[in-house]
T-cell receptor
């Protein structure tokens, strides 16, 4: 099956800093998604981004499907951005998740 | 109201008890899923359903059963709970093959 790898595994930022999270996948896909799991456990779909670039406030994502990677940019980070960020690829019946990047934003 | 609602949010139950987790959605999606999340193991698929008459096992269905009561409702049952079923359980929906997923807020289940 498709392998999904994320980097870095952990990241600590000062509030206000910018960061880039990376997701590599092993096969051609057309349905890359980014999720944020907050400290209370909720999983929020941030982006559905098979290709190209999308922006939502301080967050943006870019997927280059031909090169099998996606990037999530967080600008001017806030403490509420803390949590785990997952990328995932959906197949016929399920999502294949990466192991996630755990982000801690300190005040 | 949330698009995907799970009840209860938290539950502690005893070994051997039967427990049901419920999920309802207002997205109008045909596809619904149950996942469990364990530290270090990520999210694993328990069951999925592509419409009311379609139920399929996922990778870890042993010890679980499901019921799709309507397009909007998909419940997960643990017939006889055991401690290693302690986990965070998520219900999710999607509209198309490969489409965007929406997750519920999760049910934190503890079996003692």
């Amino acid at each position: 099956g498709i392998q999904v790898e994320q980097s870095p595994p952990d990241l600590i930022l000062q509030e206000g800093a910018n960061s880039t999270l990376r997701c590599n996948f092993s096969d051609s896909v057309n349905n890359l998604q980014w999720f944020h799991q907050n400290p209370w456990g909720q999983l929020i779909n941030l982006f559905y981004i098979p290709s190209g670039t999308k922006q939502n406030g301080r967050l943006s994502a870019t997927t280059v499907a031909t090169e099998r990677y996606s990037l999530l940019y967080i600008s001017s980070s806030q403490t509420t951005d803390s949590g785990v960020y997952f990328c995932a690829v959906s197949g016929y019946s399920t999502l294949t998740f990466g192991k996630g990047t755990m982000l801690l934003v300190s005040p | 109201d949330a698009d995907v609602t799970q009840t209860p949010r938290n539950r502690i139950t005893k070994t051997g008890k039967r427990i049901m987790l419920e999920c309802s959605q207002t997205k109008g999606h045909d596809r619904m899923y149950w996942y469990r999340q364990d530290p270090g193991l990520g999210l694993r698929l328990i069951y999925y359903s592509f419409d009311v008459k379609d139920i399929n096992k996922g990778e870890i269905s042993d010890g679980y059963s499901v019921s799709r009561q309507a397009q909007a409702k998909f419940s997960l049952s643990l017939e006889s709970a055991i401690p290693n079923q302690t986990a965070l359980y998520f219900c999710a929906t999607s509209d198309l093959p490969g489409g965007a997923y929406t997750f519920g807020s999760g049910t934190r289940l503890t079996v003692v």
